[in-house]
């Protein structure tokens, strides 16, 4: 059964830094995989992909350059490091796993989901 693990969330304030880690078990390998957040009321936004193979990433506009996606493949760990955090930022934080087309950022093209983790920044 394959099960993510979301980790790495907290509270901090504005410019700050996170570090958010998935851990993934139950299957070989997933070639994508994402981070995407979600707030109350909002729809979930996709932030950052990842290809597996080649380490290609894709970011929203919103956090290109303050947001970096990696990955751990001897771990099979997925990994967003967050820095200069603002308050828009806060959000519910979930990571996904199997995607179905190349570096989506549409979460409707995942198939396995996080529990997530909470980022809140203060101003």
């Known amino acids: 059964q394959v099960r993510l693990v979301e980790s790495g969330g907290g509270s901090v304030q504005a410019g700050g830094s996170l570090r958010l880690s998935c851990a993934a078990s139950?299957?070989?390998?997933?070639?994508?995989m994402g981070w995407f957040r979600q707030t109350p009321g909002k729809e979930r936004e996709g932030i950052a992909t990842i290809d597996y193979s080649t380490g290609r990433t894709n970011y929203a506009d919103s956090v290109k350059g303050r947001f970096t996606i990696s990955k751990d493949n001897a771990k099979n760990t997925l990994y967003l490091q967050m820095n200069n955090l603002k308050p828009e930022d806060t959000a519910m934080y979930y990571c996904a796993a199997e995607g179905v087309v190349a570096l989506s950022l549409d979460g409707g093209y995942y198939n396995y989901w996080g529990q997530g983790t909470q980022v809140t920044v203060s101003s």
């Open positions: 139950g299957y070989s390998s997933s070639l994508y």
